[in-house]
């Protein structure tokens, strides 16, 4: 029988210790530990902020050193399995953590204990709207670029970050678009509200003369040019050349953008950090491509 427990942090929220999932895996908890450290920053970017606890000392004399362990997230522990190599271990303990942290929601529905539905970084951000101060005579990007958030993440199932601004990258290459163009409305402001520790920005907003030019330029410059140069950017060349592929969308352009002329180890890893982080956000999205 396995050992594996899912417990509730002191935030209510599941994790399983970092040392029960190296023991299931056969290996030892100091070198799952260096692998936890090295991708610290991609799995906190994805996912929560990584919480790390002293254990017991134990064995010995003196008591043996104290253990430095991680609490994970069932998405951190399905990011770190899949940048390991899909052994049979591997395999078998993704299927023990899907069934332990099933059994654990399971446990607190019974107990009146509902825990929220989880959604993705933009759909979060479009049900928060309503909380942006804009005028009923002006415009946002951020609100009509929407259809862009949201293809970037339920179509082409990119793992997107809380501080990932796909909605930046559209502003950006407006007003650079609109320089180009000399286009003169004026453009006034209005306050964007993050529910996180950038709290409200001030951001452009623009006349409804300009709005058919922006909806033309999106389709026809943002979308098919400076959409897959901002995902290079973010996610590497082979983690790009595979969402367009997904998306029968390859054409000449997508080929050219993503080459990669020599070797780049530096790609290959960053196109392993992009499956395993897709792997574990899996069951965010909630709608089907």
């Given at each position: 029988?396995?050992?594996?427990?899912?417990?509730?942090?002191?935030?209510?929220?599941?994790?399983?210790?970092?040392?029960?999932?190296?023991?299931?895996?056969?290996?030892?908890?100091?070198?799952?530990?260096?692998?936890?450290?090295?991708?610290?920053?991609?799995?906190?970017?994805?996912?929560?902020?990584?919480?790390?606890?002293?254990?017991?000392?134990?064995?010995?004399?003196?008591?043996?050193?104290?253990?430095?362990?991680?609490?994970l997230t069932e998405e951190h522990a399905?990011?770190?399995?899949?940048?390991?190599?899909?052994?049979?271990?591997?395999?078998?303990?993704?299927?023990?953590?899907?069934?332990?942290?099933?059994?654990?929601?399971?446990?607190?529905?019974?107990?009146?204990?509902?825990?929220?539905?989880?959604?993705?970084?933009?759909?979060?951000?479009?049900?928060?709207?309503?909380?942006?101060?804009?005028?009923?005579?002006?415009?946002?990007?951020?609100?009509?670029?929407?259809?862009?958030?949201?293809?970037?993440?339920?179509?082409?199932?990119?793992?997107?970050?809380?501080?990932?601004?796909?909605?930046?990258?559209?502003?950006?290459?407006?007003?650079?678009?609109?320089?180009?163009?000399?286009?003169?409305?004026?453009?006034?402001?209005?306050?964007?509200?993050?529910?996180?520790?950038?709290?409200?920005?001030?951001?452009?907003?623009?006349?409804?003369?300009?709005?058919?030019?922006?909806?033309?330029?999106?389709?026809?410059?943002?979308?098919?040019?400076?959409?897959?140069?901002?995902?290079?950017?973010?996610?590497?060349?082979?983690?790009?050349?595979?969402?367009?592929?997904?998306?029968?969308?390859?054409?000449?352009?997508?080929?050219?953008?993503?080459?990669?002329?020599?070797?780049?180890?530096?790609?290959?890893?960053?196109?392993?950090?992009?499956?395993?982080?897709?792997?574990?956000?899996?069951?965010?999205?909630?709608?089907?491509?």
């Amino acid at each position: 029988m396995s050992d594996l427990m899912v417990t509730r942090d002191s935030g209510g929220i599941l994790v399983v210790d970092s040392r029960l999932v190296a023991q299931e895996l056969g290996i030892e908890h100091e070198s799952f530990i260096k692998t936890i450290d090295k991708y610290k920053s991609q799995a906190e970017s994805a996912f929560e902020v990584l919480r790390f606890e002293i254990g017991k000392p134990s064995g010995g004399p003196l008591g043996g050193r104290p253990e430095r362990f991680a609490l994970l997230t069932e998405e951190h522990a399905t990011f770190y399995m899949t940048l390991s190599r899909n052994t049979p271990e591997v395999v078998q303990l993704k299927v023990k953590l899907t069934q332990a942290f099933s059994e654990a929601k399971r446990l607190l529905r019974g107990l009146g204990v509902v825990k929220p539905q989880t959604t993705t970084v933009y759909i979060q951000r479009l049900q928060n709207m309503s909380d942006h101060i804009i005028a009923d005579d002006v415009w946002a990007t951020f609100r009509e670029g929407a259809e862009v958030l949201l293809r970037v993440e339920t179509k082409f199932r990119v793992p997107v970050s809380q501080m990932d601004l796909c909605d930046g990258s559209i502003g950006n290459h407006w007003s650079q678009y609109r320089q180009e163009i000399n286009l003169q409305t004026p453009v006034g402001s209005y306050i964007h509200k993050f529910k996180d520790q950038r709290g409200t920005i001030e951001c452009k907003a623009y006349q409804y003369l300009d709005l058919p030019i922006f909806k033309k330029w999106l389709r026809d410059f943002y979308i098919p040019v400076h959409l897959p140069e901002y995902l290079v950017g973010r996610y590497g060349k082979l983690a790009v050349l595979q969402i367009y592929e997904e998306q029968r969308q390859l054409n000449d352009y997508i080929v050219e953008l993503t080459q990669i002329k020599r070797s780049a180890p530096r790609e290959e890893e960053k196109y392993l950090i992009f499956l395993a982080a897709r792997d574990a956000m899996s069951s965010r999205y909630l709608i089907s491509s």
